[in-house]
């Protein structure tokens, strides 16, 4: 009898899943040859995009003090980071046929995607925030937002972001994997992870939505309510002002749009599979980082201006 148990607890342990395979987006060997061209040029946009508006930030002492491009560096920051989660594996894994991420490699993109997102998304909660107050409030403006508030704003976000993050990898960690291995994605995310374990995951599948459908959901709407607040107080403004302001207010609507509006679609409701939702995955992860830094200087007078002194610095030292 003891060993049959034996033989029993080594069974189990053979089948534990050390390893998930990712399906990815094609497996056509000759579309994912075409798909890595693709996004690799898109990556390299990423990257550039976003480390140019970080670097100008920094070296620009003027809009390093301002509120706005002070949480427009850290945003850019986080694009940046974000993309790295995601992409050079799955560039990786366009060049190979099979497509394999370790167990703890899976709970790491799970954790580092969360935590930039959340923190992505509680930033863009107090951009509109700022933005709020630099309209309906300009002649306390720069006491408001002074750089003690904007850097605990920054640091609240981060933390907010973490809290969400270890929440996440928490529920997964507990899940038992025994059998199926095969994730119908190019990386690893909770709604495809949970449907791997082997136990009735109904609680904790409610536990995500609430933790991440609902917290994209509030963001989302409180972020609409509060540029509704903004739109509205612009009617009574002068033309000249208000139409600064209508852009700025634009381009972050625009983000705002390009970010919650596929994490809803993702994470608020149950955990079944669509066909697009591929095509939501890439537009958060890849797509979005990418448009974020053209969106932004694009529509950006100051932020073009001071983009072209520092190429103008790095002529001149270049020719030193």
Known sequence: ????????????????????????????????????????????AVVLGNLSIVTTVRADASLLQSPMYYFLGHLSFIDLCLSCVTVPKMLGDFLQQGKTISFSGCLAQIYFLHFLGASEMFLLTVMAYDRYVAICNPLHYLTVMNRQLCLQLV??????????????VILVIQLPFCGPNELDNFYCDVPQVIKLACMDTYVVEVLMVANSGLLSLVCFLVLIFSYAI??????????????????????????????????????????????????FSVFYT???????????????????TAMKKQRKACGILLLY
């Not at 987006?25 to 898109?42: D, K, T, V, Y």
């Not at 890849?286 to 073009?304: C, F, G, Q, W």
Request: positive net charge.
């Open 230 to 279: 903004i739109l509205t107080t612009l009617r009574t403004r002068f033309h000249q002002a208000q139409s600064k302001a209508l852009s700025t207010c634009a381009s972050h609507l625009m983000v705002v749009s390009l970010i919650f509006v596929p994490c809803v679609f993702i994470y608020l409701r149950p955990f079944c599979s669509f066909s697009v939702d591929k095509i």
């Open 155 to 168: 640091f609240a976000c981060w933390c907010g972001g973490f809290i969400h993050s270890i929440t996440q």
């Open 1 to 44: 009898m003891s060993v049959g148990i034996l033989g029993l607890m080594k069974k189990e342990n053979d089948s534990k899943v050390t390893e998930f395979v990712l399906l990815g987006l094609s497996s056509s060997w000759e579309l994912q040859l075409f798909l890595f061209l693709i996004f690799l040029l898109f990556y390299i």
């Open 286 to 304: 890849v797509i979005t980082p990418m448009l974020n830094p053209l969106i932004y200087t694009l529509r950006n007078a100051d932020m073009k």
